[in-house]
């Protein structure tokens, strides 16, 4: 590229443009999987189980189907009976793996409270829930197992005949040697015990599928909830319903937020396409919210022992970590790689540590499955790094924020190579750090701090480093570790004769603003108008290939697979403008749109007019095919490592408990920026998801096996009045792994919140001697720590 | 069941229809009527997407029944905006960034427009009580507040 081709005008990339997605959504005219109707449309309603671990006896649904407008009532043995794999597919696989076979409906047991056992088709939703009542089943109930470490532990039935002692995976990473010697030689050594709660996403927008098979062409159409529409059809197809890829269509109208939860290849949306293919008429399931809390994956649910060696200066010399990491009944999609490669492998953060090493056993439970939720992996293990901090810098009586400086990774030894098996792109951690720690005012809180404490007031300022490892890429390496999937992305990015450009990209939005930002990529490279541009997600009939939306990938991989294609189109736009000006290809540079011969501005053809000149035909460069797009494939060579620091100031209320959260400073880079606007917004909402798991939220289970947080006033989403107003700042740190230079922001402030906040109610609490408390911090549990009641 | 004949005003077009009486207005709205708008994010008067107004007054739409509604003025989302431009509220929603996968948007739009009605200046504290019924697990609320407090001051500067 000549200096010429950086594009000099203001075309978008870098600008808080407003989104073009908005007006629909504000006005109530988006359309979201429910909002369609079709003409012929019976209703889904799936009867659950209501036990954690039962045998299933019997299942009888004769009553139910002689209920009115009831269409047809179908088991598990119905789906098997039917002959097709029935197989909800694991997508990544681990040495000694055991996967058991997850059905799309339960036929010899149900594993879970919240398990499918049987399909009520009905004319209306009413009629099909009603039904749902009617069928009996005769269950032997089961002793059942909820905790991780219990469920292998203790002697307990397993949830699977497969895995006698509940174990699916035993994995381990690092050096164990190395980490021994480092942890005999230091001079202080520190631990901390910690819980990690499950999660539960709560996208907004419970999840929905519309099935309409055509029996005609032996075609299936399914609008859903889906934050990946061609790894639906991908799964559907050979693992589940074995109709070729070609024959299906997925459709993500927009989708109300996703969190993780909606990536998953779920039983439901199988069973609402198989329902549709046996009736021959459209059908349409939405989850109710209680039926969501037992079925949407939840995130988390980690028991970790964890240890840290260190020198009196400060110098982490190793850090050694056990983790008991639940994951629920079944394998769900991605729920063996979250816990492994994308926990143990971020547990350095931002410390140049020498010594690593980490076993996690993944154990089955009678418990809905568990996933990736927003930060999967990297905010599980980010918060043990994080807590390790803090819990040695009370050992060595220092300063956690500067315990945290002496060891972060210097700038110029990037490309940094972890001892946990990862080369981090692009750093400059002080930078951010400093700039967190003075916007707070880091040290006249430590003041005010200690001049409220002899008042008998108690201040707590948290501070958080944090990586992350964004976009889950090469494929190759993927593929080396176990991924049943690629990490590439694909675009077409396509002129029209009259100039305009249509972007199609296998990315799927759920909030982010994807339409805009992605237009903002292709205005840039292309030197047009963000509003001549169109783009398009989500449809997998439209765009023949992608992967979809999760791991922070969108911007980057998705992003990267628009800028070049965008730059191929733009050297093909090249070669018929010098052609059309006669001049050698080299000699023609772009500017703003514009091609003309270096040296000699005056003569010039827009990017639009060749777009015209493209389609014409009539005049093209000798054996140049006519038209003017491009079809791209890209496959990063690493993941990017988007980073930052957190800090939060927090005052507790011995009186009660009561935390005030009452500043919450983010400073985050992310790479280059394409829309800060949209970047901030992602930042609040993770923020806010972070402050959650810190404070409010947290499945929980009773004696049998029941969740007890299955309603929206039991599991505390936050209110507008839990969290307060954010603070944020950013550095820019391009990656260098990108044709952009972007990292992802969509997972960042979530996984930095966590340890934030519960660094700062900690940090408070330090006059009562407490190390550590596990989230969610409630009142209640400061009030005990504060010795209230004694 | 019996099914009941009722007449609902819905942004000032008379719509006659027939429902069982354990029909909730927001399904009425919705799958009866094709106002999509308020949606359905809870169905236990937790969420607030479903929000709508009836007589004048915010109402989780999931929580009463159609006929409860019978003959009354409902407003929702796809009302707000006038002669096709949106309304000021709105525009600040989208200035401001005050949403991302919009699935609490029509709720929380009609929530705060009728908070707006007599919001004599509010502090940010009382804007987030003033919502506090409407969920938003996307934005982390900052850029709705902005936008509530944005479209209070576009007002005042108006009046002035
Ligand atoms: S759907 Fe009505 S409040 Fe949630
Ligand atoms: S914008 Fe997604 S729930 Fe509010």
Redesign the interface.
């Known amino acids: 590229m000549s200096e010429s081709d950086q594009p000099t005008d203001n075309r978008g990339f870098g600008d808080p443009i407003e989104r073009d997605e908005d007006v629909p959504l504000l006005t109530g005219e988006a359309t979201y999987t429910d909002d369609i109707q079709l003409r012929g449309t019976a209703h889904l309603a799936i009867r659950r189980s209501d036990h954690a671990h039962a045998r299933i006896l019997e299942v009888d649904t004769s009553a139910a189907e002689a209920m009115d407008d009831v269409v047809a009532v179908y088991t598990g043995a119905d789906v098997e009976d039917s002959g097709v794999p029935n197989t909800i597919p694991t997508a990544w696989m681990l040495p000694g793996l055991v996967t058991p076979q997850y059905r799309m409906l339960a036929v010899d047991k149900v594993r879970h409270e919240g398990d499918g056992i049987a399909a009520v088709v009905a004319e209306t939703p009413q009629a099909a829930r009603d039904a749902l009542e009617a069928i009996d089943v005769e269950y032997e109930v089961l002793e059942h197992v909820t905790d991780p470490v219990e469920s292998v532990e203790r002697d307990v039935p397993p949830v699977h005949e497969e895995a006698e002692d509940n174990v699916a995976f035993d994995f381990e990473l690092g050096d164990a040697d190395a980490v021994d010697e480092a942890f005999a030689d230091a001079d202080q050594v520190a631990s901390v015990d910690l819980r990690q709660p499950r999660l539960i996403p709560n996208a907004m927008e419970p999840r929905t599928a519309l099935a309409d098979w055509d029996v005609a062409t032996e075609k299936l159409r399914l609008w859903m909830t889906s934050q990946n529409p061609h790894l639906h059809r991908m799964l559907l197809s050979a693992g589940t319903l074995g109709i070729p890829e070609n024959k299906i269509q997925v459709i993500a109208p927009e989708v109300g937020g996703g969190f993780g939860s909606k990536i998953y290849h779920y039983p439901d949306e199988a069973v609402t396409a198989w329902c549709s293919m046996q009736l021959g008429r459209p059908v349409k399931w939405k989850a109710s919210r209680m039926e969501g809390y037992v079925t949407d994956c939840h995130g988390r649910d980690h028991t970790t022992s964890a240890e840290i060696a260190v020198d009196d200066d400060g110098t982490v010399r190793g850090i050694r970590v056990e983790t008991h990491a639940g994951l629920g009944a079944q394998l769900s999609q991605f729920a063996t790689a979250t816990p492994s490669y994308l926990y143990a492998t971020i547990l350095s953060g931002e410390y140049a540590i020498p010594a690593i090493y980490c076993r996690v056993i993944g154990a089955f439970t009678n418990t809905t499955p568990v996933d990736a939720y927003r930060g999967a992996g990297r905010s599980e293990g980010i918060y043990v790094i994080e807590r390790l901090m803090d819990v040695a810098a009370r050992e060595l009586e220092m300063d956690p924020a500067e315990l945290r400086r002496t060891n972060l990774v210097p700038p110029d030894e990037f490309p940094y190579e972890t001892a946990a098996a990862v080369v981090y792109d692009s750093g400059e951690y002080e930078r951010a750090m400093d700039k967190a720690l003075e916007h707070v005012g880091y040290d006249d809180h430590r003041e005010r701090q200690a001049e409220l404490r002899e008042e008998g007031r108690y201040l707590g300022i948290g501070v958080a480093n944090f990586v992350e490892s964004a976009g889950l890429s090469p494929s190759g390496l993927a593929g080396d570790l176990g991924a049943q999937a690629g990490g590439w992305e694909s675009s077409i990015v396509r002129f029209d004769s009259t100039g305009t450009v249509t972007v199609l990209v296998g990315t799927a939005d759920q909030g982010q603003g994807h339409r805009t930002t992605f237009a903002q990529i292709a205005a840039e490279e292309l030197g047009v108008d963000v509003d001549d541009i169109d783009v398009v997600e989500g449809d997998t009939d439209q765009i023949p290939q992608g992967l979809g939306t999760y791991g922070s990938r969108s911007a980057s991989v998705g992003g990267g697979a628009i800028a070049r294609g965008a730059r191929e189109v733009r050297e093909k736009a090249r070669e018929i403008a010098a052609h059309q000006l006669e001049a050698s290809v080299d000699d023609i540079e772009f500017d703003d749109g514009e091609f003309h011969v270096a040296g000699a501005p005056d003569r010039s053809y827009h990017i639009q007019e060749i777009a015209a000149e493209a389609y014409l035909g009539h005049d093209l460069p000798e054996e140049m095919d006519p038209g003017l797009e491009a079809t791209n494939f890209y496959d990063p060579e690493n993941f990017t490592f988007p980073f930052g620091t957190h800090v939060a100031v927090v005052e507790v209320d011995p009186e009660t408990g009561g935390i005030d959260l009452e500043r919450y400073v983010a400073v985050d880079d992310c790479g280059e920026i394409i829309n800060p606007m949209i970047v901030e917004g992602q930042v609040h909402g993770g923020i806010a998801q972070g402050i959650g798991a810190a404070l409010y939220e947290g499945a929980a289970y009773d004696d049998d096996g029941h969740l007890l947080t299955r309603r929206m006033d039991e599991y505390a989403v936050p209110h507008s009045t839990y969290v307060p107003d954010f603070e944020t700042d950013y550095t820019v740190t391009p990656s260098p792994h990108n044709p952009i230079g972007v990292k992802g922001v969509g997972e960042s402030a979530t996984i930095a919140a966590a340890p934030t906040v519960v660094s700062a109610v900690v940090d408070a609490l330090e006059p009562f001697d407490v190390d550590h408390l596990d989230m969610p911090i409630t009142p209640e549990t400061v009030w005990q720590a504060m010795g209230g009641g004694e | 069941m019996t099914e009941r004949e009722i007449t609902l005003s819905v942004n000032g077009t008379e719509h006659d229809l027939t429902v ?1 009486p ?1 029909t909730l207005l927001v399904t009425a709205l ?2 009866d009527l ?11 008067a ?2 607030g ?1 479903c929000t709508v107004r009836v007589d004048g007054e915010a109402i989780k739409s999931c929580m009463r029944f159609a006929i409860q509604s019978d003959g009354a003025e409902i407003e ?3 009302g ?2 006038e002669n096709g431009d ?1 309304a000021p509220l ?1 525009e600040q ?3 401001n ?1 005050g ?8 709720g929380m ?1 009609m929530t705060a427009d009728t908070y707006l009605k007599d919001a004599d200046d509010p502090s ?2 009382e804007i ?2 003033a ?15 902005d936008a509530i407090e944005a479209t209070l001051e576009q007002r005042e500067a108006s009046h002035e």
């Open positions: 069982e354990r919705r799958e094709g106002y999509t708008g308020a949606n359905v994010g809870c169905e236990t937790r969420c997407a929702t989302v796809e707000l905006a949106l709105q929603f989208q200035e960034h949403l991302q996968c919009g699935f609490c948007t029509p739009l940010r504290e987030r009580e919502i506090e019924g409407n969920l938003c697990r996307c934005t982390g609320y900052h850029n709705i507040v």
